[in-house]
């Protein structure tokens, strides 16, 4: 049982470049979430999506765009990358919104130069 | 204003001695649920406790403890006996049935380093 999977584990880019990170869930939750950390700040919410086709803004939403064509699948993408957005970043899935903890990937080390 | 607040961002301590990391929160909200997470050194993000607005009985599970006391809005989780394994940054969080952010909020965390 894989659980939440999260692609790539580590990635450099250079100011402007764009990526996507994958994030795959295995246990047919509804919920899936990325989070970034930074230090001293916390996990912050950058978008979530409550199923399958539907995505919503987060805390931190400004410069990264995500996609939910599948309910196992949550997509991060980042059109033209800045430094700002060097960071970890945590993917996430729940089976409901309110009550249920949060099952996390491994994260993913971004470093935007 | 912060809704969760850890207000130690960092505790050190000599093995085996207790240890209590503080949680406050802020909600309007009956119906709510707080939790506890771990994260290691090696950076996986661990659950370790979930308590709901209507539960006010305290849990332990071995050398953890957790003390949730909806008077002062706090949800305190105490280690007793602390290890070196229990060096950690450890997060509170809260989800809001009414919440606007789609699920948990997290505070920004307390390390906690325990010397051998």
């Known amino acids: 049982n894989a659980g939440v999977t999260q692609t790539p584990k580590f990635r450099v880019l250079k100011t402007g470049q764009s990526m996507t990170l994958l994030c795959a869930q295995d246990?047919?939750?509804?919920?899936m979430y990325w989070y970034r950390q930074d230090p001293g700040m916390g996990l912050r919410l950058i978008h979530y999506?409550?199923?399958?086709?539907?995505?919503a803004k987060g805390e931190v939403p400004d410069g990264y765009n995500v996609s939910r064509l599948k309910k196992q699948n949550f997509l991060l993408g980042l059109e033209s990358a800045a430094p700002s957005q060097t960071s970890v970043y945590f993917c996430?899935?729940?089976?409901?919104?309110?009550?249920?903890?949060?099952?996390f990937g491994n994260g993913t080390r971004l470093t935007v130069t | 204003a912060q809704k969760v607040t850890q207000a130690q961002t960092e505790i050190s301590v000599v093995e085996k001695e207790d240890v209590t990391l503080d949680c406050v929160y802020e909600?309007?909200?009956?119906?709510?649920?707080l939790f506890w997470y771990k994260q290691p050194p090696s950076g996986e993000l661990v659950f370790l406790i979930r308590?709901?607005?209507?539960?006010?009985q305290n849990e332990i599970s071995g050398r953890y403890s957790w003390n949730f006391q909806k008077s002062t809005s706090s949800f305190n989780f105490t280690i007793t006996a602390s290890q070196v394994v229990d060096s950690a940054v450890y997060f509170c969080?809260?989800?809001?049935?009414?919440?606007?952010?789609?699920?948990?909020?997290f505070g920004k965390g307390t390390k906690l380093s325990v010397k051998p």
């Open positions: 996430a899935s729940s089976p409901d919104r309110l009550s249920s903890p949060l099952h």
């Open positions: 246990m047919n939750h509804e919920y």
């Open positions: 999506s409550v199923g399958e086709g539907t995505t």
């Open positions: 909600t309007r909200d009956t119906t709510y649920y």
């Open positions: 308590r709901n607005s209507f539960d006010e």
């Open positions: 969080a809260l989800s809001e049935r009414e919440g606007s952010q789609g699920n948990l909020i």
